[in-house]
């Protein structure tokens, strides 16, 4: 079974923190995704790497960067916190650049601001 | 723009009754479509996934979509509910180009009541 584990399951930051959600696969996938999830928003895609250092903005980039350093670890970096990226945070991966790809996602970072 | 568009935020439906959640979206392309489910507290896990085979696709947990392109629909189905089908769902849609893009509906949180 392919696993995603997020570092984190609750984390609590303080404005102007800076804040590293990180991520690991386990199945060699190709491509990794950072994804915020909000109540009646739904999924929206923050970034996506589809090899070791190469990444895409997605929809939302805005206040975040990500690092790939490796294949299996995908990391969210929030430079400087703010209240307004209080949310979940969701890691996926698959496997190719097809679109018919499964994403299999982690369990998710549920990120407090204060 | 690509969109998939989801009716309805939240679905109430009796233990044993119908479950319907609709499901829309827009493409000019060939699409590849995805139901994922989230339990409580968890990541999203893949309920099933059409990839231009079968119109009529199953899925985990007696659960079924139908792709109808006249009508650029992929509804999820299943005959009868149980208590532990709560969770919410999603819809999503390959975002098409070269990458495993996802654009995901904004969710449908299904209620069972006893």
């Known amino acids: 079974d392919v696993k995603v584990t997020q570092s984190s399951r609750y984390l609590v930051k303080r404005t102007g923190e800076k804040v590293f959600l990180e991520c690991v696969q386990d199945?060699?996938?190709?491509?990794m995704f950072w994804y915020r999830q909000d109540p009646g928003l739904g999924l929206r895609l923050i970034y996506f790497?589809?090899?070791?250092?190469?990444?895409e903005k997605g929809d939302i980039p805005e206040g975040y960067s990500v690092s790939r350093e490796k294949k299996e670890r995908f990391s969210l970096i929030l430079e400087s916190a703010s209240t307004n990226q209080t949310s979940m945070y969701l890691c996926?991966?698959?496997?190719?650049?097809?679109?018919?790809?499964?994403?299999?996602f982690g369990p998710g970072t549920r990120l407090t601001v204060l | 723009a690509q969109s998939v568009t989801q009716l309805g935020s939240h679905v109430s439906v009796s233990e044993g009754a119908l479950v319907l959640l609709r499901c829309n979206y827009s493409?000019?392309?060939?699409?590849?479509l995805f139901w994922y489910v989230q339990y409580p507290n968890q990541g999203l896990q893949l309920l099933l996934k059409?990839?231009?085979?079968?119109?009529l696709v199953k899925g985990i947990n007696g659960f079924e979509a139908e792709f109808k392109k006249s009508e650029t629909s992929f509804h999820l189905t299943k005959p009868s509910a149980h208590m532990s089908d709560a969770a919410e769902y999603f819809c999503?849609?390959?975002?098409?180009?070269?990458?495993?893009?996802?654009?995901f509906g904004t969710g449908t949180l299904l209620a069972v009541q006893p």
């Open positions: 199945m060699d996938h190709e491509n």
């Open positions: 493409s000019s392309v060939p699409p590849y």
């Open positions: 996926a991966s698959s496997w190719g650049t097809r679109g018919r790809d499964t994403q299999y």
């Open positions: 059409y990839t231009s085979a079968a119109t």
């Open positions: 999503a849609h390959h975002g098409g180009g070269a990458t495993n893009k996802l654009i």
């Open positions: 790497s589809y090899d070791v250092k190469m990444k």
